[in-house]
């Protein structure tokens, strides 16, 4: 991201100039308080916004200049796990799930097998076909991380992973998107929680009111 | 998992979810298909009865004298200026009282007082079968009045005028059913498609966010227009040829509808049909999408 800046209307500044490079196959937490702006950068970073000003690449390539097939094939690649879950109420567990694989065309086989696994690694195999729409929230923040992963995606972005989760939970989360990591993927992780990132030797960047504070850490894998 | 099976998987979620309004534009879009392909049966038929009813036109111009061989010709090339016609006879008072003692049969002998060159000579003038407007077979009528000699010409003037005036309301009405038609498909297949992306809202979001294609997104909505256009008009065209038989069988006998052939549509023509409310559902369907689903 080279000098990125997001405002919007009338005057509110979410973003300012942040001029930051994520390395392929990073772990990366943003922290900051709430209205920071750490939701406001994931979603430039997937291209569910697009920035006021400044550049941001994706493996060389600006993706706010993206647009239909080339869009759809980089949002593939990117899992996203929003804060708000954005999950289909009405749709069983594993319809959730399926559906990031489904858009790629996975076989049906693969993807029920994935779904299976996923659910297993967070606890959830008893809510295969409960509808999402009575999950509790901690069981749908589970739910939202395992849609974002389920594609094997070359990027994870994930917004307070944690913040419905007990220690336990938490643990488990944590177990999964560090399995990810290992296996290659960017990981991108926005969070106030700081159990998560106390003890990381991964980057870690502060935002205060939209401005990079800074950044600490760093042993690059 | 292929895209057409993925397809395919959206279309049935979607009928399933939104049955109601689905079978609310299924029915509409039959019964505008009924409607218009009702009255154009009508048409097509009367126009084929007109056809038939043409070939066998004739003016009869009713003359004051027999007209002798020379001014016969004089007459056959007055009447060719007009136009080209079919064929020219000329009827003496004899043939005529002859004609007319057969057309009687067993009754003739109430010609027996008669005298036998009561009737007037006339000419039978049979025009081309291209001169088939009202017009223009008014247009020759008053032409061949003006003939020296010429009494009166006859065509069956009250009737051809009434089926030419029916003809021309049914074209209208036509007309009118097929606009019904075209306006119905595209704005009730429209309406519903815009119902169901309301409806979706959250998953179309999703979907765009997990990296779907257009394709991937706006194929089944076109797919759910195809299948109403076509199941919609093909219930139309099947409900109406359903009619058509109980009117044939509940009409034989000696009727109106035995004095021709009331025929159904040509295959040909039925395809057309449905494949026309096909496109104007498909189009009703990708107009809602242009509009309201922006990718």
């Known amino acids: ?221 | 998992m292929s895209f057409w099976l993925t397809v395919f998987r959206q279309v049935g979620r979607n009928l399933r979810q939104t049955w109601g309004s689905q079978l609310m534009t299924l029915l509409t879009v039959s019964l505008s298909v009924l409607i218009f392909a009702f009255f154009y049966l009508i048409y097509a038929n009367m126009l084929t009865l007109g056809d038939k009813l043409g070939d066998d036109l004739s003016l009869i111009v009713y003359l004051e004298e027999e007209p002798g061989p020379e001014l016969q010709q004089q007459l056959r090339n007055k009447i060719l200026t007009f136009d080209e016609v079919e064929e020219i006879r000329f009827i003496s008072r004899a043939e005529a009282y002859e004609r007319f003692a057969k057309q009687l049969g067993q009754n003739q002998d109430v010609l027996n007082d008669m005298p036998k060159d009561f009737l007037p000579p006339s000419i039978e003038v049979i025009p081309m079968k291209n001169l088939r407007s009202l017009n223009q077979v008014k247009l020759f009528s008053t032409y061949l009045s003006r003939l020296p000699g010429t009494l009166k010409v006859q065509y069956g003037q009250d009737w051809v005028e009434r089926f030419y005036y029916f003809t021309k309301l049914l074209s209208i009405i036509v007309l009118l059913s097929g606009t019904l038609l075209i306006l119905t498909t595209i704005f009730m297949v429209a309406y519903t498609i815009r119902l169901t992306i309301h409806g979706r809202q959250a998953e179309l979001e999703l979907l765009k966010l997990v990296g779907a294609t257009n394709n991937y997104i706006r194929t089944p909505f076109l797919l759910e227009g195809l299948l109403q256009g076509a199941i919609g008009s093909f219930l139309g065209i099947f409900s109406l040829y359903m009619l058509f038989q109980w009117i044939k069988l509940r009409f034989s006998g000696p009727s109106f509808l035995n004095l021709f052939e009331f025929s159904f549509f040509a295959p040909e023509v039925s395809f057309t049909i449905i494949t026309v409310s096909i496109l104007l559902c498909t189009l009703g369907s990708y107009s809602t999408m242009q509009k309201f689903l922006r990718i």
Do not use: W
């Open chain 1, 1 to 221: 991201m080279i000098k990125v800046s997001k405002e919007y209307p009338p005057d509110v500044v979410a973003l300012k100039d942040i001029s930051i490079s994520i390395d392929s196959g990073e772990m990366f937490f943003i922290i900051g308080r709430s209205g920071a702006g750490k939701t406001t950068l994931l979603k430039l970073l997937c291209s569910m916004e697009a920035p006021s000003s400044g550049l941001i690449e994706i493996s060389g390539k600006p993706i706010n200049q993206l647009k239909g097939h080339h869009l759809a094939r980089l949002r593939q690649r990117i899992g996203v796990a929003y804060q708000d879950f954005k999950l289909l109420i009405d749709r069983t567990t594993a319809e959730n799930i399926a559906i990031s694989m489904e858009v790629s065309y996975k076989k049906p086989q693969i993807i029920r097998k994935r779904v299976r696994d996923l659910l297993e690694q967070l606890d959830l195999s008893d809510k295969h076909d409960t509808i999402t729409g009575e999950l509790s929230r901690g069981e749908q923040q589970r739910v939202t991380l395992a849609r974002a992963v389920a594609n094997s995606p070359t990027m994870i972005l994930v917004d307070e992973p944690t913040g419905n989760l007990d220690a336990a939970t938490t643990e488990k989360v944590m177990t999964l998107l560090n399995k990810c990591h290992k296996g290659g993927a960017t990981i991108v992780i926005a969070t106030h929680d700081d159990s998560i990132y106390r003890h990381t030797s991964h980057r870690v960047m502060e935002l205060q009111k939209g401005r990079l504070h800074g950044i600490t850490g760093g042993e690059l894998p």
